[in-house]
């Protein structure tokens, strides 16, 4: 069983570095008793995201319904023919990740199988099941059994979720709107987007989120530091380009980070998490 472990997580590994470049680059700056686990809850993550956004003349529903009950029979067994799945219910035993946690996030899943426009209400729902809580499931990891530590660091990593997420609807607003369909923000129509007052209402709210989430970061282990300040600056980044075009730009193509900028970021993220947490 160790050998097929071994194997599972490496599975998830590839997953990840497959999907996401900047990710990845995150998770190498974690101690390496870190990556193995962090990669198995990305690769879950995604696979069920991959189920509802690329599976396309598939029986979508059906698909995300037995993945959600295959999840559960793994975490029970604690085994699965599936390596994904295997990787990620290893880690969901081991370091006792709440089952909340994941049905918020399939339950998110599962909402973008029915809905093209979300009200504040759904809004604020699928933005804690398909990010937040993500958050709170690294946090799990990081914080390796230390409730006190969880628990004084739950809310900046919901907040660090939340706005990584927000980034992500702003950046993404045209192709949710023209290949998938789907309006995640309220206020915003397929026409014309975002109106420049809610984008601005927006922003302050993500600024917010980012504040709160840094005040948590300087708090995280040394372990684990580096790798999600990395990444809070690259969303500073995104987000700082974001903010400086109109509505009219983002409507018209994704707004990037070129590579060499998230090498930049990487080695300014080396930088400054020596001093952070003295900050």
Same mark, same amino acid.
């Given at each position: ?7 599972? &997580? ?63 029979? &793994? ?11 295997? &990787? ?9 990740? %709440?089952?909340?946690?994941? /049905? ?41 059994? %230390? ?28 192709? /949710? ?17 975002? /109106? /420049? ?6 922003? %302050? ?53 070129? %590579? ?20």
């Amino acid at each position: 069983m160790e050998f097929y472990s071994s194997i599972c &997580a490496r599975t998830s590994s590839l997953f990840t570095k497959e999907y996401s470049t900047s990710f990845s680059l995150g998770i190498l700056a974690f101690e390496k008793r870190f990556r193995e686990p962090i990669y198995s809850v990305y690769g879950y993550v995604r696979l069920a995201d991959e189920i509802v956004d690329t599976f396309h003349g598939h029986d979508k529903q059906t698909l995300l319904c037995e993945f959600r009950e295959e999840t559960y029979k &793994a975490i029970e067994r604690g085994v699965s023919t599936n390596p994904i799945l295997h &990787a990620f219910q290893e880690v969901v035993n081991k370091y006792k990740i %709440d089952r909340e946690y994941i /049905d918020a996030f399939l339950d998110s899943m599962e909402m973008d199988l029915y809905n093209n426009y979300y009200e504040e209400k759904k809004y604020d729902e699928y933005i804690y099941g398909s990010a937040e809580v993500v958050g709170l499931m690294c946090l799990r990891v990081f914080t390796e059994g %230390d409730d006190e530590m969880f628990k004084q660091l739950l809310e900046p990593a919901r907040a660090l979720g939340s706005a990584f997420q927000k980034v992500n609807f702003l950046r993404d607003i045209k192709s /949710d709107i023209d290949e998938r369909g789907r309006i995640y923000l309220p206020n915003v129509d397929s026409e014309h987007g975002i /109106d /420049d007052e809610n984008k601005k209402l927006l922003e %302050d709210s993500i600024r917010a989120e980012f504040k709160l989430s840094l005040e948590g970061i300087r708090k995280l282990p040394p372990g684990v530091r580096l790798g999600v300040y990395s990444a809070y600056l690259y969303y500073i980044k995104l987000f700082d380009k974001i903010c400086s075009k109109k509505v009219q730009h983002l409507m018209k193509e994704r707004t990037r980070v070129p %590579d060499p900028v998230k090498l930049l970021l990487l080695t300014k993220s080396i930088i400054e998490v020596k001093v952070l947490k003295t900050c």
